[in-house]
């Protein structure tokens, strides 16, 4: 049998915001559906009340992983200014109870990685200066971006709202919500959603494959009161656990 060029397909997880049972979750079914290539597009860390266990299964289950905002700002490399006072407080609680270990790998991380095999481009926020965090949080926010990489896909997170973005071979802009399927010569941004704290209003965990066919959005049923109940046992505010159950 002659070597297949096409790609093997890949899993995109973002925002898990350490929340142990969306990411548990999400994990069983990108393995129940034979994918083995998964990577994380940010904030692995911040709001919910398991950074060390989540982290501890993304640096064993993820190729690859880029920095996200709270990442960054729980090991201080980026400032808690911008931060809404509960995000802020969720930051500083999980610097208390932040493995060593893992605040090193936290620290290191790149704000953009390449993957060739899908050419795609995979970073937290948006292309342009990626280290200024900004949202794409519609098809129409990503006009601009188009310009701002080279490859045929931008995968990002950041926003918690999953979608697909095309731009035609003549510079048309197509919304895609939950799949699409690939056409010569058209280039594409997907936001992945986020696994641990969604906000479209659909509480399950979100997170996107792309394939050799094309690219799609997956959701998943998780242990909502599981994740409340860690939330609210660590102390933090009640707001990050009742958001979870309306995925807002
Ligand atoms: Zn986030």
């Given at each position: 049998m002659p070597h297949s060029p096409a790609a093997t397909a890949v899993a995109l997880i973002s925002d898990i915001h350490s929340n142990l049972e969306a990411l548990t979750a999400v994990l069983a079914h990108?393995?129940?559906?034979?994918?083995?290539?998964?990577?994380?597009?940010g904030d692995v860390v911040g709001y919910g009340a398991s950074p060390n266990e989540c982290l501890a299964l993304v640096r064993q289950r993820c190729r690859g992983t880029v920095a996200g905002n709270h990442d960054w700002a729980c090991v201080g490399l980026t400032d808690t200014e911008r931060f809404n006072p509960t995000a802020a407080l969720a930051v500083h609680w999980t610097q208390t109870v932040l493995a060593k270990e893992h605040a090193?790998?936290?620290?290191?991380?790149?704000?953009?990685?390449?993957l060739e095999s899908h050419n795609a481009l995979l970073v937290h926020g948006a292309p342009r200066e990626p280290q200024s965090w900004q949202y794409l949080?519609?098809?129409d926010d990503t006009m601009s971006a188009f310009g701002d990489?080279?490859?045929?896909?931008?995968?990002?997170?950041?926003?918690?709202?999953?979608?697909?973005?095309?731009?035609?071979t003549e510079g048309r802009m197509l919304a895609h919500a939950l799949q699409v399927k690939f056409t010569d010569g058209a280039r594409y941004v997907v936001n992945a959603g986020s696994v641990g704290q969604p906000r479209d209003r659909d509480p399950r965990a979100s997170y996107a494959i792309i394939d050799s066919?094309?690219?799609?959005?997956?959701?998943?049923?998780?242990?909502?009161?599981?994740?409340?109940?860690?939330?609210?046992?660590?102390?933090?505010?009640?707001?990050?656990?009742?958001?979870l159950a309306s995925g807002r």
């Open positions: 990108i393995e129940a559906q034979g994918i083995a290539e998964i990577y994380c597009l090193q790998y936290l620290s290191r991380l790149p704000l953009l990685l390449q949080y519609s098809p990489f080279s490859e045929r896909i931008c995968a990002v997170g950041h926003t918690h709202t999953p979608f697909i973005a095309e731009r035609s066919e094309g690219i799609r959005i997956e959701r998943v049923e998780y242990d909502i009161a599981g994740a409340q109940g860690r939330i609210l046992e660590a102390g933090l505010p009640e707001a990050l656990s009742s958001r």
